[in-house]
């Protein structure tokens, strides 16, 4: 019975075992969500935490991560509100081994982020694949859509078939730009870093 049990916790239901760390898992669990949520170096999670009197290194906040990350990520998915059902799409150029590809983002009209899809082109196919994973992964259609003034988004729309009413204005998509500022804010300090 127990071993039914076992294969049945799955993703989010699974606990995490913080067994063996000197660290409580509250202050373990801040530091991976705090090196993930924001644009931060290993190192400058460190000076964060020795601001607060807590003793730990850049090498351990980067186990942590890798070790903790994704059952934490999962947990705060999983419990997270429900999420809006203004869409907002928009995306950026960003060079990954000198090509050039495109990362798609869709918020809400909170700002929270719905998905992130990096693709190498920027046409309807890739618009059509970001819906479709969206679709997929919350169960529903948006009441809004909100977009720039790109036609794929239009085309996209027109073939998945969705009844949505969709919006297309540069200055209402500021959510979906304003999205975009942490990758931004990482690609020019690694700019500076390069030779």
Do not use: C
């Not at 997270?80 to 000198?98: M, P, Q, S």
């Not at 859509?145 to 949505?164: F, H, P, Q, R």
Request: net charge positive; no cysteine; charged share 30%.
């Amino acid at each position: 019975m127990k071993r039914a049990t076992e294969h049945a916790e799955t993703g989010a239901d699974k606990p995490i075992s913080y067994g063996g760390h000197r660290f409580p898992p509250e202050v373990i669990s801040y530091v991976v969500w705090l090196y993930f949520r924001f644009p931060l170096s290993l190192r400058m999670v460190e000076e964060m935490l020795a601001a607060r009197g807590i003793e730990a290194s850049y090498e351990t906040v980067r186990r942590w991560s890798t070790k903790f990350g994704l059952g934490i990520a999962r947990r705060i998915r999983v419990s997270a509100l429900a999420r809006g059902d203004n869409w907002h799409f928009d995306e950026v150029v960003v060079t990954i081994n000198g090509k050039k590809h495109w990362l798609w983002r869709a918020v809400d009209q909170h700002g929270a982020v719905l998905d992130v899809l990096v693709q190498s082109r920027r046409d309807k196919h890739a618009a059509k694949r970001l819906m479709r994973e969206l679709l997929k992964k919350h169960g529903r259609a948006p009441r809004d859509l909100i977009t720039d003034k790109l036609k794929s988004y239009a085309a996209a729309n027109k073939d998945l078939g969705l009844d949505v009413d969709h919006r297309q204005h540069k200055g209402l998509n500021n959510r979906a730009e304003n999205s975009h500022q942490p990758t931004r804010v990482r690609d020019l300090a690694l700019d500076r870093l390069s030779p």
